[in-house]
């Protein structure tokens, strides 16, 4: 059976757009000048993105626009406006403020839910669905099975990246960038980190650790199509016109040969994967997570000889929309250009025709003329034509006659895309809470001797502990019991204690909680989620206690933090990109302030331990070295298969009290990580001294960062 499948070509200029509608394009994603996640892309200024939304829809594909990137509280405006007016047929987005905001302001344009909302299953894709969102694009990270899923399960598109370069981390993730050298993966400036050499426990001579090679699935189009995917996304919109017609048209080929001939017939030559092959050379390729959840054959340990596009001139020919024209030509009549297109019907009407004086024009001259529509969108698919004998026609009439009809056509296309907003709604948002007295501290710990310490604490009204603690990856409970002693001495001393859930939720976590969710429920006040998906999985299963969300579920403008607090959120979690000035506009009075920690700064499927010795399916730490011997550790969480690689020092915005108090926040949060019982209890310390009892902190032999509370991110 045919499937509708759509070949999705990047294009980061205009030149690149009509580089992949060319090669065979159904529809391309483009970046304006704002709000993007490739800002380093030549990207289309507000002027050539209207004309490309034309050019593209008189050629009959589609055109979406990335608005996929955090949107800070002042950057909302108009900035679509033209371009929904235009016609544009949807807008990839991230942040779920920009997802709330178009939904009401621009309704009838479609909402993609980008790959860097970081959604793994059918769980967030349901949900999605339901508040309008018509097409997801998935983790890159999924396997063929939880693509499948979500499309079983929903009613939504599903757009997969099919070719080109993998992220190391979960799109979304990612802070590695922005807290090494202030460029956001999150506002699209990210700066490759991943593709540097690290060394591995100082053990090793550095190597490419983290640095993936691309993806290439063409031999794969069977089994992608029948999982379910309806979009074949190509990556690329920083890459060469060259590199997009060649990749395209090879999607192109063997998606049109699958539907033409089925899985028995389908069949990729050798020549064509050479020309994939060669049509970008930098790390060699991989067929990505789809079959596999990590593993080294996905890895460039190496650093290649050279990285170079190479020129492709296969694309001949041109894109051009079929017609049917019915030209009618009759004596001492005006001469009549009849055009069908889908839903059009249109006619103009030329000089009187004549008698032929001499030689009368032929059939074969008329329609030869007829047909040089040269670079117009137009051929004539059935040009059938009426004349009466012996006429004459001059050759100027007869173009100037299929030039009035095409333009004309051409018009009445565009007006089909055309769309007025309705007058501008204005977005209530939810009563913020008063704040609390910075009296007291949330801490998050990952090591029972963290939770000792932070349970006998008088200045502590919160503890979040990661819940594997709570059960070993072979499903032993040994530490369960010191942990419930340590419970009950926090509670003694006033403390809610709460249990931090997976990073990242897929098989592994929904598994996990399948078996331990009730009893977490009953030795737990309630649970710090990670994102959507863990929100909507404790609402699904009835659970009665409170629950907060983190800095990863990112709300950096007020549209967002209204999505999150309707979802139910006791309080939420204040982004750790924007500065001081930003968090003031935004308002953190019904936020969590992290002042204290070692900021994740990518989660990744990836496996460092099993990349460069073996998985030993146990949580451990190891070091990864930069080139300035900045040492990130990593942990190894074996309960859900992933790896936290933290930042090289802690956050510490002990001396911004006066900032801090200016905020008001919700609550402070102190996050400990690899800290030993004596350090986390000089950091109790130090923090109790400066906020409770007004004290001043030396902090001057401590290695540590401001982050982003004084910079912000662009």
């Not at 529809?27 to 004309?51: P, T």
């Not at 769309?419 to 007295?437: F, Q, V």
């Not at 999150?564 to 204040?574: L, P, R």
């Not at 990580?673 to 109790?688: G, R, V």
Request: with cysteine; glycine share 6%.
């Amino acid at each position: 059976m045919k499937r509708n499948i759509e070949v999705l070509a990047p294009a980061g200029s205009y030149e690149t757009l009509k580089a992949a509608i060319e090669s065979g394009a159904d529809a391309v994603y483009v970046g304006g000048s704002r709000f993007g996640a490739r800002a380093f892309a030549q990207n289309f200024m507000e002027e050539e993105l209207l004309d490309a939304i034309d050019y593209v829809h008189l050629r009959g594909k589609k055109i979406l626009l990335t608005v996929n990137t955090l949107i800070k509280e002042k950057e909302f405006e108009d900035y679509l406006l033209p371009y929904y007016e235009r016609g544009l047929d949807a807008v990839i987005v991230q942040d779920m403020g920009v997802l709330t905001y178009v939904k009401k302001q621009f309704p009838e344009m479609d909402v993609h839910a980008s790959t860097q909302m970081t959604i793994t299953n059918a769980v967030s894709a349901e949900y999605l669905e339901l508040i309008g969102v018509s097409r997801v694009v998935p983790a890159r990270e999924l396997s063929l099975n939880e693509v499948n899923e979500i499309a079983r399960k929903t009613n939504l598109e599903s757009e997969c990246f099919v070719h080109g370069a993998l992220c190391y981390c979960y799109s979304g993730q990612c802070l590695m960038s922005s807290m090494i050298g202030g460029r956001s993966g999150n506002r699209g400036q990210c700066a490759q980190p991943c593709r540097l050499p690290y060394k591995v426990d100082d053990t090793r001579q550095p190597i490419d650790i983290m640095s993936l090679k691309d993806l290439c699935t063409i031999e794969h189009i069977p089994d992608l199509i029948e999982a379910g995917i309806t979009s074949f996304k190509i990556e690329g919109r920083m890459k060469q016109p060259s590199y997009v017609a060649a990749v395209t048209s090879m999607y192109r080929k063997y998606v049109d040969l699958y539907n033409k001939k089925g899985r028995k017939g389908f069949h990729v030559s050798k020549d064509d994967i050479d020309i994939l092959m060669q049509a970008y050379k930098r790390r060699g390729y991989c067929d990505g997570y789809y079959y596999r959840h990590n593993g080294k054959e996905m890895i460039s340990f190496g650093r290649p000889i050279n990285e170079s596009d190479t020129q492709w001139d296969g694309v001949e020919g041109k894109v051009q929309e079929q017609i049917k024209g019915n030209l009618v030509l009759v004596a001492e009549s005006n001469a009549a250009l009849f055009i069908e297109y889908k839903d059009i019907n249109l006619e103009v009407f030329g000089d009187v025709v004549d008698y032929a004086k001499k030689q009368p024009m032929t059939d074969e001259r008329i329609r030869k003329q007829m047909n040089k529509t040269g670079n117009t969108p137009f051929k004539f698919e059935v040009l059938d034509i009426f004349m009466s004998d012996d006429i004459f026609v001059p050759v100027q009439t007869l173009n100037e006659l299929r030039r009035e009809g095409l333009l004309l056509l051409e018009e009445r296309i565009k007006e089909t895309f055309r769309r007025t907003r309705p007058d501008k709604i204005s977005i209530e948002t939810r009563e913020e809470y008063s704040g609390n007295p910075l009296n007291k501290f949330a801490v998050s710990i990952e090591t029972v001797d963290q939770l000792k310490v932070c349970a006998s604490s008088k200045n502590i009204n919160i503890i979040y502990i990661e819940d594997y603690l709570c059960y070993s990856t072979n499903g032993s409970t040994n530490e369960l019991n010191d942990i419930k002693k340590y419970i009950n001495t926090a509670r003694d001393n006033g403390i809610a204690v709460y249990f931090s859930m997976a990073r990242i939720f897929r098989d592994e976590a929904i598994s996990f909680y399948e078996r331990h969710l009730k009893q977490l429920e009953e030795i737990f006040d309630g649970a710090l989620t990670r994102n959507l998906e863990e929100i909507l999985y404790l609402k699904n299963k009835g659970f009665t206690k409170p629950f907060i969300s983190d800095s990863s579920a990112y709300q950096w403008n007020r549209n967002a933090k209204q999505f999150w607090n309707i979802i139910g959120t006791q309080c939420t979690t204040a982004p750790v990109e924007l500065n001081y000035h930003e968090l003031k506009e935004l308002g953190t009075e019904n936020m969590e302030l992290i002042v204290y920690g070692y900021l994740p700064v990518m989660v990744t499927a990836g496996c460092i331990q099993k990349n460069t010795s073996k998985c030993t399916k146990t949580n451990s730490m190891l070091i990864l070295s930069d080139r300035y011997q900045k040492k990130f550790f990593v942990k190894n969480i074996c309960n859900y298969c992933y790896n936290v690689i933290y930042n090289v020092a802690p956050l510490m915005l002990v001396d911004q009290k006066d900032e801090i108090t200016a905020l008001n926040p919700y609550r402070m949060r102190l996050q400990f990580t690899k800290e030993n019982a004596i350090k986390t209890q000089k950091i109790l310390e130090i923090y109790s001294d400066v906020f409770i009892h007004g004290k001043d902190a030396d902090i001057s032999d401590m290695e540590f960062t401001r982050g982003h509370f004084k910079r912000g991110v662009k």
